[in-house]
């Protein structure tokens, strides 16, 4: 499928407004906890983290985690697998999970429950986009950007086969296989 061309849902100046709002919102509920954990989701939240992390007024340390979904055959399980994790320990400290956007939620599920094994201070999340009609598995998104309908989307860091993470705006594409 060719991805050159995908309907616009957001500008790149809608999602640059939001993410102001969402650093503002940020850095003004950690004011007083000191420094705060980001943990980007690979590869699909790597924008979202660069733009939002230069928008905090707050201290902050960047950590990068990456997860796959178990398939069977090409058909996801819902389990999902860690495939790289943080470097750094979140003991003690205040971690907000950076993810460009939640499904069916079972990614961030996973995650929550993984980090809070390692005794951090607070867990929260931070999701770009939320398809809040597929959810399989509820999970809290503390700072949302924008929910949106089910379709697959590209840009701003997310792809289709590798394709569309550049885009500076977030469009909608028909996957071949729908
Ligand atoms: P979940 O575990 O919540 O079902 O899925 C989350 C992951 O699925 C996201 O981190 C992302 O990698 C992928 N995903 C779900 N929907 C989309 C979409 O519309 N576009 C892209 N590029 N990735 C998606």
Redesign the pocket.
């Known amino acids: 499928m060719a991805i050159d061309t995908p309907k616009v849902m957001l500008s790149e100046e809608q999602i640059l407004q939001r993410v102001d709002e969402l650093a503002v919102e940020i850095s003004k509920d950690y004011a007083e906890k000191g420094e705060i954990v980001l943990v980007g989701?690979l590869k699909?939240a790597f924008i979202f983290l660069a733009d939002l992390s230069r928008r905090l007024t707050i201290p902050r340390h960047i950590e990068f985690i990456a997860v796959a979904?178990y398939e069977h055959g090409s058909v996801p399980t819902g389990a999902?697998r860690l495939v790289m994790d943080v470097r750094a320990s979140i003991e003690d400290k205040h971690v907000l999970i950076v993810?460009?956007?939640?499904?069916?939620?079972?990614?961030?599920h996973y995650l929550i429950d993984m980090l809070k094994t390692r005794n951090p201070a607070s867990v929260r999340t931070c999701a770009l986009l939320h398809?809040e009609h597929n959810t399989d598995v509820e999970v809290n998104v503390d700072y949302l950007g924008f929910s949106i309908g089910d379709?697959?989307?590209?840009g701003y860091g997310?792809?289709?086969a590798e394709q569309g993470r550049s885009f500076p705006y977030i469009g909608s594409v028909q996957p071949d296989d729908q």
Request: hydrophobic share 40%.
């Open positions: 989701v699909g979904s999902v993810e460009d956007i939640v499904d069916t939620g079972h990614t961030l398809k379709e697959w989307v590209v997310l792809d289709y």
